[in-house]
C-alpha cells in the first residue's frame, strides 16, 4: 500500500470509528465536556497517526545526543549513568545544614543542592532589622565565610557537585565557596556544581532581587566571563522554569518564559563581546514537573528541541555544546496537599517519573510533609528513595526516550514547542523580557492562569484527592520539623564573633576596592573574592553594590 | 447599597511568594469588595501605614516563609498604636496548627491554611467586618 492510500484508509477507518464513538456518546456522555490541559492543549479522546504527519523523524525527533537534542542530551543518556539525585536542602545554621548534607551523601544522594534562607538571598545579614524572623527559616543562613566554611566542612568540593539556589548575590555566595575550595586546597578549575544567578525571573516569579535589571544583567555577564577564565566545569546560571510555574503558570507559560529569560542572558552576554560558542556550553536549566503526566513528558521534550533551534537560528551557535539544554528538574511544590500528606509521595512519584521520561539530567523530589513545614529527615529520605525505586526498579531508565513514537507525545511536543514560540515573539514584539517585565506581561499571564487553576479547583473541575474530593477528618499532622527562635540570636552572636575577629581594615580596604571597580564598570569577581576572604560579610559586600547600583522597587 | 468592602491583602517579610496573596486579592475583588495588595516585601510599619492611610476594613497577611510568629503579631500591635485596633486582621501561609492559637492570642482573627477554598475566605470577611 502507498503512503496516500495508508492514509485514506486511516481516515476511513476514523470515520468508522466516530460512528461508534457517537453511539456510545448518546448513551454515556464522558466524563467531562472538555478535556485540554491548562496550556490550553486539547486532550484528544485518540491520537493515531494523523497526528504526527507533519512530524519528519529525522528533522524534529533525531537521535538522543544529536540536534535537536528532542531525545536526549547524551548519546546513552541513563544507561551510562543515571539523572543526578540532588535534593535541595538547608535549614536553621551552617552546623544543623552540614549535618543534614552529609546524612544525605551516605543515604547515596549524589550532588548537593544548597536553599539558603531569605535574608542571605536579598543580602542582607542576620543581625539587620529587615532580616527579623526570617533567619534560618527556608533555608541556611549565610553572613561569611566563616558559615561557608562551616556549611561544607568535611565535605570534599573537589568530589561533590554543589547547586546553590542564589540569584541577586550569586557571585558574592560564589567568590565564598571559591574561597572555602581554596582553604581545602582544591584549586578554581576543579570545582563543579552550578549557580542559580537567574535574576529576570526573580522580578515576575520569585521576588528576591536586589538591583535594578541592568546592573543585575551586567552582574551574571561578569559572573559568565570570570568562570569561563576560573572556573571551566561551572555552570554559570540556571535559567529556570520552576518558579514561574509555582507561580501558577501553564506548562507552555512555563517554557515560554523560561526560554525567553535564557534568550536575554545569551543576547546580554554577546553583547559584552563573548563567543556564544564559549560560554552557552555553561548555561543549564530547571523546571518544575507537575501532575499532568503526559504534557510534563513532551514539555521537557520541547524545551530541549525550541533552545536548540533558537540558539542555531538566533545566535548561529556552531558547537552541539552551545545547543543543548540541559535541566534539573524538581517536583511541583505547588501540587503538594496539607491534607492527608502521604498522598504526596505518589503524587511525587509519578512527577518524578514524567521527569525521568521526559529525560531529565538531575531531579529533586519533594517530600511528603512540604505543604507543612519543613521536610524532616525521615521525609526526605522517602523522596530520595522514590528517584532510586525509579532508577534501579522500574526499568524506565534503560532504554532512551522510551515514550518517542507515541501519538500524542510527538504530537503534543510540536504543540508545546510552537505554542511556546508564539509567546516569546511575543515579547520579542513587546521589546524583550526587561520590558515585558515593566510592562507587567508575564505577571499578568501567570496570574491569569493561576487563578483559572484556584477556580476549577472550587468548582472541582479539577479534582484534588483529599482537597475537594475524598476528604476526611484529621488530627493535626506530628513531628514537623521546626526552626527554633533561638537560632536567629545564636546566629546573631557567631556573626558578632565574627565581626570582632577580623582584620577591620583589610574588610575596610576590600570594600573601598569593590566600590571603585563596581564605578569603573570592570568586572567584579576578583574584587568580591578578595573583600569575602576578609571576612567581609554578605551584607557589607551587597551594602556597597546597592550604594553603586541602587535597588529595584516592584511597579 | 451597601458601602464596600475595603481588604488590604500584604506581605510582611522578606517571602517572595505571592501566587496565594494575588489569587485572594483576585476573589475578593470577584465577590464585591475594594481590594489593595501591597506587593511583596513589606514592613509591618509599611503595611500598617497603607491600612490606616486608606482606612481599610480588613487586613489579609499572608506569608509562606516560616517568619509568621514575629510578623502577624508586630502588625496586629502596630494597628492598635495607631488606634486603629477594630481592623479586621486575618492570615494565611505555610502555618503549623500548633501556631494557630498563639497568633489568635495575638489578634489574628482567623488563620487560612492550604487548601482553603477562596468562598471561605470570602464568607470570614463578610461576617466578621463590624
Redesign the interface.
Same mark, same amino acid.
Given at each position: 500500500m502507498s503512503c496516500t492510500d495508508k492514509k485514506a484508509r486511516l481516515a476511513e477507518r476514523q470515520g468508522q470509528w466516530q460512528g461508534m464513538v457517537d453511539k456510545a456518546l448518546s448513551r454515556f456522555p464522558e466524563r467531562k465536556e472538555d478535556f485540554s490541559t491548562t496550556s490550553g492543549i486539547e486532550m484528544k479522546r485518540l491520537f493515531t497517526p494523523a497526528d504526527v504527519d507533519a512530524v519528519d523523524y529525522n528533522e524534529d525527533v533525531g537521535f538522543p545526543g544529536e540536534f535537536p537534542f528532542t531525545r536526549g542530551v547524551q548519546p546513552t543518556m541513563y544507561r551510562a549513568r543515571f539523572w543526578t539525585m540532588r535534593q535541595y536542602a538547608g535549614f536553621g545554621s551552617a552546623k544543623q545544614t552540614n549535618e543534614r548534607y552529609r546524612y544525605l551523601l551516605e543515604q547515596g544522594q549524589t550532588g548537593l543542592s544548597v536553599a539558603f534562607d531569605?535574608?542571605t +538571598?536579598?543580602g542582607?545579614d542576620s543581625d539587620m532589622e529587615?532580616?527579623? !524572623?526570617?533567619v534560618g527559616?527556608?533555608g541556611v543562613a549565610i553572613d561569611s565565610l566563616a558559615d561557608m566554611e562551616i556549611l561544607f566542612d568535611q565535605i570534599a568540593l573537589d568530589k561533590v557537585s554543589t547547586s546553590m539556589t542564589i540569584n541577586a548575590p550569586a557571585a558574592v555566595l560564589l567568590a565564598m565557596y571559591i574561597a572555602v575550595a581554596e582553604k581545602q586546597g582544591v584549586s578554581s578549575d576543579k570545582l563543579r556544581g552550578t549557580i542559580q544567578n537567574d535574576v529576570l525571573k /526573580?522580578y515576575f516569579a @520569585? !521576588? *528576591?532581587y536586589i538591583f535594578p535589571p541592568q546592573p543585575s544583567m551586567k552582574i551574571i555577564t561578569d559572573i559568565f566571563s570570570y568562570c569561563k577564565d576560573n572556573l571551566p566545569n561551572w555552570n554559570t546560571i540556571s535559567i529556570s522554569g520552576y518558579h514561574i510555574r /509555582?507561580? !501558577?503558570s501553564s506548562a507552555v507559560q512555563e517554557v515560554a518564559f523560561t526560554l525567553a529569560d535564557g534568550l536575554a542572558y545569551v543576547d546580554a552576554a554577546i553583547k559584552t563581546g563573548l563567543d556564544v560558542d564559549v560560554f552557552a556550553k555553561r548555561l543549564s536549566f530547571f523546571f518544575n514537573v507537575h501532575n499532568n503526566f503526559l504534557e510534563e513528558v513532551a514539555k521537557f521534550r520541547a524545551a530541549r528541541r525550541l533552545w536548540a533551534r533558537l540558539m542555531k537560528e538566533r545566535f548561529g551557535a556552531k558547537k552541539a555544546s552551545s545547543m543543548m539544554m540541559r535541566f534539573h528538574t524538581q517536583t511541583a511544590g505547588?501540587s503538594l *496537599?496539607? +491534607?492527608q500528606p502521604d498522598n504526596n509521595v505518589v503524587r511525587v512519584t509519578m512527577q518524578a517519573l514524567a521527569a525521568v521520561l521526559g529525560g531529565t539530567n538531575s531531579l529533586h523530589t519533594n517530600s511528603r510533609d512540604e505543604?507543612?513545614?519543613?521536610p524532616t529527615e525521615a521525609s526526605v529520605q522517602i523522596a530520595l528513595r522514590t528517584q532510586q525505586i525509579i532508577a534501579h526498579e522500574s526499568g524506565v531508565a534503560d532504554t532512551i526516550d522510551p515514550l518517542a513514537g507515541s501519538y500524542l507525545v510527538e504530537s503534543m511536543t510540536s504543540e508545546i514547542e510552537a505554542k511556546a514560540l508564539e509567546y516569546i515573539n511575543k515579547i520579542d514584539d513587546l521589546g524583550g523580557v526587561v520590558k515585558a517585565i515593566e510592562a507587567g506581561f508575564m505577571q499578568q499571564e501567570i !496570574?491569569d492562569s493561576?487563578?483559572a487553576y +484556584?477556580k476549577s479547583i /472550587?468548582t472541582a473541575d479539577q479534582v #484534588?484527592v483529599g482537597?475537594?474530593k475524598f476528604t476526611i477528618e484529621e488530627a493535626?499532622?506530628e513531628n514537623?520539623l @521546626? #526552626?527554633k +527562635?533561638e537560632m536567629e540570636i545564636e546566629q546573631r552572636k557567631s556573626l558578632a564573633a565574627v565581626k570582632a575577629g577580623r582584620d577591620a581594615a583589610a574588610v575596610e580596604n576590600s570594600l573601598k576596592a569593590l566600590k571603585q571597580v563596581a564605578e569603573s564598570g570592570d568586572n567584579l569577581l576578583p574584587s568580591i573574592v578578595t573583600a569575602v576572604k576578609t571576612y567581609a560579610t554578605l551584607g557589607e559586600v551587597c551594602g556597597v553594590l546597592r550604594e553603586v547600583f541602587g535597588e529595584y522597587v /516592584?511597579g | 447599597m451597601d458601602k464596600k468592602i475595603k481588604v488590604l491583602i500584604a506581605k510582611p517579610?522578606? $517571602?517572595?511568594? $505571592? %501566587?496565594g496573596a494575588?489569587?485572594v486579592s %483576585?476573589?475578593l475583588r470577584d465577590a464585591g469588595m475594594e481590594v489593595i495588595y501591597t506587593? =511583596? %516585601?513589606q514592613?509591618p510599619e509599611q503595611i500598617v501605614a497603607t491600612a490606616v492611610q486608606e482606612d481599610v476594613d480588613s487586613i489579609g497577611l499572608s506569608c509562606l516563609?516560616?517568619?509568621h510568629?514575629?510578623?502577624f503579631p508586630k502588625v496586629v500591635n502596630l494597628l492598635q498604636e495607631k488606634g486603629a485596633g477594630d481592623v479586621l486582621v486575618f492570615g494565611g501561609g =505555610?502555618i503549623? $496548627? &500548633?501556631d494557630i492559637p498563639g497568633l489568635k492570642d495575638a489578634g489574628v482573627s482567623e488563620i487560612f491554611?492550604?487548601?482553603t477554598?477562596? &468562598?471561605d475566605t470570602i464568607e470570614f470577611i463578610k461576617n466578621n467586618v463590624k
Amino acid at each position: 500500500m502507498s503512503c496516500t492510500d495508508k492514509k485514506a484508509r486511516l481516515a476511513e477507518r476514523q470515520g468508522q470509528w466516530q460512528g461508534m464513538v457517537d453511539k456510545a456518546l448518546s448513551r454515556f456522555p464522558e466524563r467531562k465536556e472538555d478535556f485540554s490541559t491548562t496550556s490550553g492543549i486539547e486532550m484528544k479522546r485518540l491520537f493515531t497517526p494523523a497526528d504526527v504527519d507533519a512530524v519528519d523523524y529525522n528533522e524534529d525527533v533525531g537521535f538522543p545526543g544529536e540536534f535537536p537534542f528532542t531525545r536526549g542530551v547524551q548519546p546513552t543518556m541513563y544507561r551510562a549513568r543515571f539523572w543526578t539525585m540532588r535534593q535541595y536542602a538547608g535549614f536553621g545554621s551552617a552546623k544543623q545544614t552540614n549535618e543534614r548534607y552529609r546524612y544525605l551523601l551516605e543515604q547515596g544522594q549524589t550532588g548537593l543542592s544548597v536553599a539558603f534562607d531569605l535574608p542571605t +538571598q536579598i543580602g542582607y545579614d542576620s543581625d539587620m532589622e529587615l532580616a527579623d !524572623g526570617e533567619v534560618g527559616k527556608v533555608g541556611v543562613a549565610i553572613d561569611s565565610l566563616a558559615d561557608m566554611e562551616i556549611l561544607f566542612d568535611q565535605i570534599a568540593l573537589d568530589k561533590v557537585s554543589t547547586s546553590m539556589t542564589i540569584n541577586a548575590p550569586a557571585a558574592v555566595l560564589l567568590a565564598m565557596y571559591i574561597a572555602v575550595a581554596e582553604k581545602q586546597g582544591v584549586s578554581s578549575d576543579k570545582l563543579r556544581g552550578t549557580i542559580q544567578n537567574d535574576v529576570l525571573k /526573580e522580578y515576575f516569579a @520569585r !521576588g *528576591t532581587y536586589i538591583f535594578p535589571p541592568q546592573p543585575s544583567m551586567k552582574i551574571i555577564t561578569d559572573i559568565f566571563s570570570y568562570c569561563k577564565d576560573n572556573l571551566p566545569n561551572w555552570n554559570t546560571i540556571s535559567i529556570s522554569g520552576y518558579h514561574i510555574r /509555582e507561580a !501558577g503558570s501553564s506548562a507552555v507559560q512555563e517554557v515560554a518564559f523560561t526560554l525567553a529569560d535564557g534568550l536575554a542572558y545569551v543576547d546580554a552576554a554577546i553583547k559584552t563581546g563573548l563567543d556564544v560558542d564559549v560560554f552557552a556550553k555553561r548555561l543549564s536549566f530547571f523546571f518544575n514537573v507537575h501532575n499532568n503526566f503526559l504534557e510534563e513528558v513532551a514539555k521537557f521534550r520541547a524545551a530541549r528541541r525550541l533552545w536548540a533551534r533558537l540558539m542555531k537560528e538566533r545566535f548561529g551557535a556552531k558547537k552541539a555544546s552551545s545547543m543543548m539544554m540541559r535541566f534539573h528538574t524538581q517536583t511541583a511544590g505547588c501540587s503538594l *496537599t496539607a +491534607q492527608q500528606p502521604d498522598n504526596n509521595v505518589v503524587r511525587v512519584t509519578m512527577q518524578a517519573l514524567a521527569a525521568v521520561l521526559g529525560g531529565t539530567n538531575s531531579l529533586h523530589t519533594n517530600s511528603r510533609d512540604e505543604a507543612l513545614c519543613l521536610p524532616t529527615e525521615a521525609s526526605v529520605q522517602i523522596a530520595l528513595r522514590t528517584q532510586q525505586i525509579i532508577a534501579h526498579e522500574s526499568g524506565v531508565a534503560d532504554t532512551i526516550d522510551p515514550l518517542a513514537g507515541s501519538y500524542l507525545v510527538e504530537s503534543m511536543t510540536s504543540e508545546i514547542e510552537a505554542k511556546a514560540l508564539e509567546y516569546i515573539n511575543k515579547i520579542d514584539d513587546l521589546g524583550g523580557v526587561v520590558k515585558a517585565i515593566e510592562a507587567g506581561f508575564m505577571q499578568q499571564e501567570i !496570574g491569569d492562569s493561576a487563578y483559572a487553576y +484556584q477556580k476549577s479547583i /472550587e468548582t472541582a473541575d479539577q479534582v #484534588i484527592v483529599g482537597v475537594n474530593k475524598f476528604t476526611i477528618e484529621e488530627a493535626p499532622p506530628e513531628n514537623l520539623l @521546626r #526552626i527554633k +527562635q533561638e537560632m536567629e540570636i545564636e546566629q546573631r552572636k557567631s556573626l558578632a564573633a565574627v565581626k570582632a575577629g577580623r582584620d577591620a581594615a583589610a574588610v575596610e580596604n576590600s570594600l573601598k576596592a569593590l566600590k571603585q571597580v563596581a564605578e569603573s564598570g570592570d568586572n567584579l569577581l576578583p574584587s568580591i573574592v578578595t573583600a569575602v576572604k576578609t571576612y567581609a560579610t554578605l551584607g557589607e559586600v551587597c551594602g556597597v553594590l546597592r550604594e553603586v547600583f541602587g535597588e529595584y522597587v /516592584e511597579g | 447599597m451597601d458601602k464596600k468592602i475595603k481588604v488590604l491583602i500584604a506581605k510582611p517579610g522578606l $517571602d517572595g511568594h $505571592d %501566587r496565594g496573596a494575588k489569587v485572594v486579592s %483576585r476573589a475578593l475583588r470577584d465577590a464585591g469588595m475594594e481590594v489593595i495588595y501591597t506587593g =511583596i %516585601r513589606q514592613t509591618p510599619e509599611q503595611i500598617v501605614a497603607t491600612a490606616v492611610q486608606e482606612d481599610v476594613d480588613s487586613i489579609g497577611l499572608s506569608c509562606l516563609s516560616g517568619a509568621h510568629n514575629k510578623l502577624f503579631p508586630k502588625v496586629v500591635n502596630l494597628l492598635q498604636e495607631k488606634g486603629a485596633g477594630d481592623v479586621l486582621v486575618f492570615g494565611g501561609g =505555610i502555618i503549623p $496548627d &500548633e501556631d494557630i492559637p498563639g497568633l489568635k492570642d495575638a489578634g489574628v482573627s482567623e488563620i487560612f491554611l492550604p487548601g482553603t477554598s477562596t &468562598e471561605d475566605t470570602i464568607e470570614f470577611i463578610k461576617n466578621n467586618v463590624k
